[in-house]
């Protein structure tokens, strides 16, 4: 099976936001905020015993939103996340056996890497479209920009470390499809059941890409 390019969903809006759920229930109403601002690709990461069940209930709940499992680190998360409906999937880093079988999840997939290196190992192997995981301590826009000479084929999702002041930079970048990042879902307004706060990030979110 041939890698599926995640591209597309880089093109539909600049921000991606990382969300880690610890209470199934505020899976809907969140998705729907996020979506009703502007960004409907939303990476669910699986780091707490809740996230398959939110992937799931935003499936059901939000089709206008595209779900995706974020911090698959085994081949096992594969297929536990696409049988809770994943789109998508997003490792923070590669081995190779991971990345064996990201290539034949049939899905588009971003897997993560942070070294010229491990992005030409992925290239190699048919990924073309990488998370750059962790953008800022790893180099940031810097390393991103120095990139684009050698390895002109490539296309990046920085995550970790970046908010809103730092996005509009990477989004600059010719090799930038989209940034990810947990800033548009602060923890304290989802425990306030802040929705109306958390769409108007979203909106902020959205319009950083014209
Ligand atoms: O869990 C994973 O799979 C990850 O790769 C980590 C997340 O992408 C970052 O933690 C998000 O970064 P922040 O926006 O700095 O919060």
Redesign the pocket.
């Known amino acids: 099976m041939p890698v599926i390019d995640a591209r597309p969903l880089l093109a539909i809006s600049p921000v991606i936001p990382?969300l880690?759920i610890k209470d199934v229930a505020v899976a809907v109403p969140l998705a729907r905020a996020l979506a009703a601002g502007g960004l409907s690709v939303l990476?669910v990461?699986?780091?707490t015993p809740q996230a398959l069940e939110a992937i799931a209930a935003m499936r059901a709940g939000v089709p206008d939103a595209i779900v995706g499992a974020?911090?698959?680190?085994r081949p096992d998360d594969i297929s536990r996340a696409l049988a809770a409906g994943s789109q998508f999937l997003?490792?923070?880093g590669t081995p190779p056996e991971l990345a064996t079988a990201l290539a034949a999840a049939g899905v588009p997939v971003l897997p993560?890497c942070a070294t010229v290196s491990e992005a030409m190992a992925l290239a190699g192997r048919g990924f073309t479209c990488l998370?750059f995981?962790?953008?800022?301590p790893s180099g940031g826009v810097a390393f991103l920009k120095s990139l684009g000479g050698p390895l002109p084929g490539l296309a990046f999702c920085p995550?970790?470390?970046?908010?809103a002041a730092k996005a509009p930079a990477y989004l600059a970048l010719a090799n930038v499809g989209a940034v990810?990042?947990?800033?548009v879902v602060p923890e304290e307004a989802i425990a306030a059941g802040d929705f109306g706060r958390i769409e108007a990030l979203a909106r902020a979110a959205s319009a950083l890409r014209a």
């Open positions: 990382v880690t990476e990461t699986l780091r974020g911090t698959i680190t997003v490792s923070p993560g998370k995981f962790p953008a800022e995550t970790g470390g970046i908010d990810g990042g947990s800033w």
